[in-house]
């Protein structure tokens, strides 16, 4: 999630040109040297005697799976993810997503430098919460989602948050390469291009790190995951095609919104099926354990809508990852 470089640029535009929404942007600062003032060196914990085992071992991986983000897939090689600070919350951050009631055209939000993009973030659930409860009241469908990492794109050196590390080292490493490769490019304005590029350099970076450090079971089961989450965007693609064809026809509105439900009905019992056929994974339980909307589309196809061209891009290089880089800058 890369809204803190986003706000940090308008703090200092809105400090010159009398900007509205100064609460908005104060709280995203406040919360950013909150988590800067809080880092503490990987190092240091880890000669600490003090330090718990379990938290040792997983630092001590985070060390080899920073290195080797460099050393490896080219990524920066800076202070980031060099430091670590243990937060209260399950999440760093809440992303609010909207969308109109009978369009999959996401809200925007566009600040001074860097653009416009189809969320808000904030550091406190209660004001994501509250801000996505003003857009319900304009009759907007509304999506607010945990975010467990960010990325300042290199303007500071992102510490590693506990809220990254719950998971297993698949998504340890995931999360570390998805921010690094926001900070190797970021087009402004186009979040659809940045996350997908952050996700594809991350598959192909949690790939190459099991390959060459973990074993060929571990790898397999990384693919199988990979397959469940493609076959979760597809499920996600057919909705999002239907919807759209249901709010562009000639039907009256009531009957759009009838439609609209029988929709998301029809896609929850295509998920039941498609997890029979997993053999009951459930990662994606909770996603579909909310109710469906079209802000909660929009969530999904601003990361994933554009991976099928990104992916062919990367083995029309062969796999090499500063060729893909390069051919991803001369897209901008």
């Given at each position: 999630m890369t809204f803190m470089r986003i706000l940090l640029v308008c703090i200092a535009v809105c400090g010159l040109a009398a900007c509205s929404h100064v609460s908005y942007y104060s709280q995203a600062i406040r919360g950013h040297f909150d988590l800067m003032n809080r880092r503490q060196p990987i190092e240091?914990?880890?000669?600490?005697?003090?330090t718990e085992p379990a938290l040792l071992e997983r630092l001590r991986v985070v060390r080899e799976i920073r290195d080797f983000a460099s050393r490896v897939l080219v990524l920066p090689e800076n202070g980031s993810y060099r430091n670590y600070v243990a937060l209260d919350r399950p999440y760093v951050s809440w992303a609010v997503y909207a969308a109109p009631a009978l369009s999959l055209t996401p809200k925007q939000w566009c600040f001074p430098v860097a653009g416009c993009v189809p969320y808000r973030g904030y550091f406190s659930k209660q004001e994501a919460i509250t801000f996505a409860q003003r857009l319900r009241a304009q009759g907007l469908d509304v999506h607010v989602a945990g975010v467990t990492?960010?990325?300042?794109?290199?303007?500071?050196?992102?510490?590693?948050?506990?809220?990254?590390?719950?998971?297993?080292?698949?998504?340890?490493?995931?999360?570390?390469f998805h921010e690094l490769a926001h900070q190797r490019l970021y087009v402004d304005g186009d979040a659809a291009l940045n996350e997908a590029f952050a996700m594809v350099v991350q598959q192909e970076g949690v790939r190459r790190w099991l390959k060459q450090n973990r074993s060929r079971q571990d790898l397999a089961e990384f693919e199988q995951v990979l397959l469940r989450r493609q076959d979760f965007y597809v499920l996600i693609d057919r909705l999002r095609h239907k919807l759209k064809s249901n709010y562009e026809s000639d039907r009256d509105d009531a009957a759009k919104r009838d439609a609209k439900q029988h929709l998301?009905?029809?896609?929850?019992?295509?998920y039941r099926r498609l997890k029979k056929g997993w053999g009951g994974h459930s990662e994606y339980d909770g996603w579909f354990e909310q109710p469906?909307?079209?802000?909660?589309?929009?969530?999904?196809?601003?990361?994933?809508?554009?991976?099928p061209d990104l992916i062919q891009l990367l083995r029309g290089c062969e796999g090499d990852l500063e060729c893909f880089y390069q051919r991803v800058e001369d897209m901008r």
């Open positions: 240091a914990i880890l000669e600490d005697r003090r990492a960010y990325s300042t794109l290199g303007w500071f050196d992102d510490p590693l948050l506990s809220t990254m590390i719950r998971h297993g080292e698949a998504s340890l490493a995931g999360l570390i998301f009905t029809e896609a929850q019992r295509a469906l909307n079209n802000a909660k589309m929009v969530s999904v196809a601003v990361y994933h809508e554009r991976i």
